[in-house]
């Protein structure tokens, strides 16, 4: 019978390569022995990671790519923040002394601004007129001019039509301006007392963006990448520690903690010093945000503070206690621009289905925009974030756009996107609540939107014709018949926010599953 030569046979090149020779030693054959087991152990490894990354890879086709779009200071990283709490409430809470750095930066940027604004206004005077009197000068010599539509410029944009420039405040060195701001000494005494707290704006910037910045973003902006959480604490710490002597040790500031059994402040020097700043300039503080000046300016414009500045100064006794920890409501609206991209991963349960959702939250500046297009090739949802009370602000990169405007061009080049042609849409008609203020304030839309005309100054009309203007750009893009789920939205408000956020999960997720063909 004729036998068939075996696969390791003598004739093998293979196997007179792996052959060990005669002449092999006992410690020659060990050595090569081991060689071989740790040949065997990577080849095993190897093989053990590429069957991790196949199970990987099929798993994250059943995942879901949601992508919160919009400019800046729209309150993507608010959403993003109520997707945390009601999917990944644990690692909200990981991270809440981090915000403490945020709402100090917040609070002390806001009374710097007060004090900037005020000494351009020349409120300095050396006179001896009383306090009083000035102010009540000061109410009068500032209260808001009514609208007229001769003093608008008659310019339109491409989108909608806006003034292309903000109605400017009149100067201190214009002829209706020729008096200056006779603010009393008392303000030169807060800016002077208020000044240490103030010079810590710089430091707290660089705690939160490590340094770095970006161009052709505005001037001014702070920025931070995914991770500044731990970051600015690692940083806190290793200042604490290069600080500490070695025989010292290091005193704990110990706290109640609300919904967590960890109850230790976090050591950071600067945050410690600026917590003990702000609890010794307390009374000025308060004093500084209720001075008649300063509410003469707000109301007349002349002092345009950020959104959330209103929210901490009311509240400054609390956020300048001893052993302040930030509230979710404070974490809600603190105040922090977005570098980069931002992945999120939360495990939502949907119907008995739990799905791994991926949340990227991303930098809405203009110069940031292009770093949006990579990402986009699975993409599963967009829910695109509009400021509609943005009427009467402009780009700080570019003080001649219209943020409406902006906004609206920006969500035709998402509409318009091949990539992004069979995304799920949802559009966030954010900061409602705002808007109302503004309206019952008596400031008027048409001032600042041409195109508007004489339709009433009042909530629902101002809404629809907003979001006729959206829908118009999403019928113009909408080769696919694409349905566009609108919602009318205060990201602060977490009981209502959270609502729609269970409803958008459940028309993502089902717009998921067709595309999926699952049903």
């Not at 059994?261 to 300039?281: E, N, Y």
């Not at 991303?362 to 925009?369: D, E, P, S």
């Amino acid at each position: 019978m004729m036998r068939t030569s075996s696969i390791r046979s003598q004739d093998d090149p293979l196997s007179l390569a792996i052959r060990p020779p005669p002449e092999e030693s006992d410690t020659d054959r060990h050595i090569r022995l081991q060689h071989e087991a740790e040949a065997r152990r990577i080849s095993e490894q190897i093989d053990e990671e590429l069957r991790f990354e196949r199970e990987k890879l099929k798993k994250s086709k059943s995942d879901v790519k949601l992508f919160l779009l919009g400019q800046a200071e729209s309150s993507k990283s608010t959403l993003q923040k109520q997707f945390q709490l009601m999917y990944s409430p644990a690692s909200l809470e990981s991270e809440r002394m981090s915000w403490r750095t945020v709402v100090y930066f917040n609070v002390v940027r806001s009374i710097k601004k007060i004090l900037t604004t005020l000494e351009a206004w020349d409120d300095i005077d050396d006179g001896s007129d009383s306090q009083s009197t000035l102010e009540r000068q000061e109410l009068g010599d500032y209260l808001p001019p009514r609208a007229s539509s001769s003093a608008t410029p008659s310019i339109h944009s491409s989108q909608i039509g806006v003034a292309l420039s903000p109605p400017s405040p009149t100067s201190p060195t214009s002829p209706t301006a020729s008096s200056p701001i006779r603010g009393s000494t008392a303000i030169s005494d807060l800016r002077r007392r208020l000044l240490p707290l103030t010079n810590t704006e710089p430091q707290l910037a660089d705690r939160l963006s490590g340094g770095v910045s970006v161009s052709g973003s505005g001037k001014g902006e702070v920025y931070v990448r995914s991770g500044w959480q731990a970051r600015t604490i690692q940083k806190g710490q290793k200042l604490l520690r290069r600080q500490q002597k070695p025989s010292s040790p290091v005193d704990e500031l110990t706290i109640e903690r609300p919904g967590t059994a960890l109850s230790v402040i976090d050591a950071d020097p600067l945050v410690d010093d600026v917590a003990r700043m702000l609890g010794q300039s307390r009374e000025d503080i308060r004093t500084l945000w209720e001075n008649q000046i300063v509410r003469a300016l707000m109301t007349s414009r002349k002092l345009q503070l950020d959104e959330w500045s209103e929210f901490f100064l009311n509240d400054i006794s609390r956020i300048s206690a001893r052993n302040y920890v930030p509230s979710t409501d404070d974490i809600l609206h603190a105040r922090i621009q977005t570098m980069g991209v931002a992945e999120h991963i939360f495990d939502v349960d949907i119907h008995g289905k739990t799905v791994t959702w991926h949340l990227f939250d991303v930098g809405g500046a203009g110069g940031q925009r292009h770093s949006w297009v990579p990402y986009f090739d699975d993409a599963n949802a967009i829910i695109f974030v509009s400021p509609i009370s943005a009427f009467d602000q402009y780009l700080e990169e570019d003080p001649r756009t219209n943020r409406i405007d902006d906004s609206l061009q920006l969500f035709t080049q998402i509409c318009s996107n091949q990539l992004l042609k069979r995304v799920h849409l949802v559009l966030f008609l954010n900061k409602t609540d705002i808007l109302r203020k503004k309206l019952e304030r008596g400031l008027s839309v048409s001032k600042y939107i041409l195109s508007y005309g004489d339709r009433p100054n009042e909530y629902e009309s101002v809404v629809q014709y907003f979001r006729a203007h959206f829908l118009q750009v999403h019928r113009r893009n909408n080769e696919n018949r694409r349905v566009l789920y609108t919602h009318l939205t205060n990201v602060v408000d977490t009981k209502a926010t959270q609502s729609i956020i269970g409803n958008v999960r459940d028309s993502i997720f089902r717009g998921y599953l067709q595309s999926a063909a699952l049903v």
